[in-house]
């Protein structure tokens, strides 16, 4: 019996020591291991790129998948930004204040330039985004991110804010694209009665929208925030009657609903007009995708020109788009700068705008017979942009824009009449430091 024991008791021990040292080696691996992939990581940079929300047909995710497939030693990460371009301008601008370093790249609105620039928030590019390579990209867009001498973005998303119509409505009453607001609102009028649907869709909600929108009414009829020596205009007799004439589209000729007041986003606006339920809608260029999609009510439907003018005065489409700084607190600059080489190339932006994605920046994308068949409006585009209209370039933009939005939401709500408005918001401007 004791030896019966003695031989249990040492192949017991025999056991422990086997799997004493098994462990040891799995561990002395396992360390091993984890060493590597700490290597290999550290050889890998992430760098972080603000995207809009809105992403039509999934293009950017899609970009975002393919650089990291062909990167071993950069991947990029998107943060996402409100469609909202006042709620996302605050949101970059909390990050870039508090210093925070999870914002490599500035997916940077063209009204934004002065002011980022100003607070040095942003790295200026001049070293890197050459004059030659400029050239390649739509001057209008390098002109709007160029300040104090210094370029600061490059543009990759080209975008206008023209007027989107039916025009298979206009064609069965026999009419044409009004060259005034005034013609306009009795084509809207005509078409609401017959065929039960709206004559504009807006944005008109208390948001950059807003803006946008009463800067194309501003500019049609020879107004402007201020003259070009700087000195605010913005109560004057045309500013105050285009404003009017908003608010007469509403409550006087009743072709816009009173529910545009509500609509703070591009998207709050163009989903009635893409489910065939309006006749007018000025909005960004993301709109024509959107009505060809498949399951459109209105594909093959709608077209593109520029918004109306009044009459003696000329017409104004909004100029828009999106571009790609480097913040100043990027964790790696250069690395930052190969990202954004890539996304803002053209093979890139070809590749996106055959998906369906947004329209970029380079020349040669207009002129290129793939991406015109594909894309028939950008041709319309050329005419279009003749009409461009600008927002204020100011260091102090987002605050102009946002006390520029209460008044003249005031006004459309009823609150205050045109006239009062614009007196009491030319009052804040000048007092502006």
């Not at 998948?65 to 990029?76: A, L, T």
Request: charged share 25%; aromatic share 10%; net charge negative.
């Amino acid at each position: 019996m004791k030896n019966y024991f003695k031989k249990r008791f040492s192949l017991f021990v025999v056991v422990i020591v086997i799997v004493f040292l098994v462990a040891c080696s799995n561990e002395n691996a396992d360390e091993e291991q984890n060493e590597a992939e700490n290597e290999n990581n550290a050889d890998v940079q992430t760098i972080h790129m603000a995207k809009l929300e809105s992403d039509p047909n999934g293009m950017m995710e899609e970009a975002r998948q393919r650089f990291n497939e062909e990167h071993d030693d950069i991947q990029v990460e998107f943060v996402e930004m409100s469609n909202d371009a006042s709620q996302m301008h605050d949101q970059t601008v909390t990050q870039l204040s508090a210093g925070s370093e999870n914002l490599d790249i500035v997916n940077m609105d063209v009204v934004w330039t002065a002011e980022f620039a100003e607070a040095g928030w942003i790295e200026p590019l001049d070293d890197l985004f050459t004059e030659e390579m400029q050239s390649e990209f739509i001057e209008r867009q390098v002109d709007a991110m160029t300040y104090d001498g210094h370029v600061w973005a490059v543009p990759w998303f080209n975008d206008l804010h023209p007027l989107w119509y039916r025009k298979d409505l206009l064609e069965k009453y026999d009419l044409k694209v009004p060259e005034t607001y005034e013609e306009a609102v009795e084509v809207a009028q005509t078409i609401q009665e017959e065929e039960g649907i709206q004559g504009f869709s807006m944005h008109w909600g208390r948001a950059e929208q807003l803006i946008v929108s009463f800067t194309e009414f501003l500019h049609a009829n020879n107004g402007d925030f201020f003259d070009e020596d700087g000195n605010v205009t913005i109560n004057s007799p045309e500013a105050v009657e285009a404003l009017q004439f908003m608010v007469d589209m509403i409550e006087e000729y009743e072709v816009v609903s009173p529910s545009a007041i509500g609509n703070s986003t591009p998207e709050d606006a163009r989903i009635p007009f893409t489910q065939g339920q309006v006749l007018f809608h000025p909005n960004w260029g993301y709109v024509y995708s959107e009505n060809q999609s498949d399951d459109s009510p209105v594909k093959d439907k709608t077209w593109v020109a520029s918004n109306f003018a009044f009459e003696g005065g000329q017409k104004a489409n909004s100029v828009g788009g999106w571009n790609f700084a480097i913040s100043k607190n990027a964790s790696d600059k250069e690395t930052a700068w190969e990202v954004i080489k890539w996304f803002t190339s053209f093979e890139n932006q070809k590749e996106m705008l055959l998906g369906g994605g947004q329209v970029g920046t380079r020349v040669k994308l207009y002129e290129d017979p793939e991406v015109l068949e594909a894309n028939p409006q950008l041709e319309e585009y050329l005419d279009v942009f003749e009409h461009a209209s600008v927002r204020p370039s100011h260091p102090q933009y987002s605050k102009i824009s946002d006390i520029a939005q209460s008044y003249i939401h005031q006004a459309l709500s009823g609150d205050l009449t045109p006239e009062e408005a614009l007196n009491q918001l030319a009052t804040e401007l000048e007092e502006l430091e």
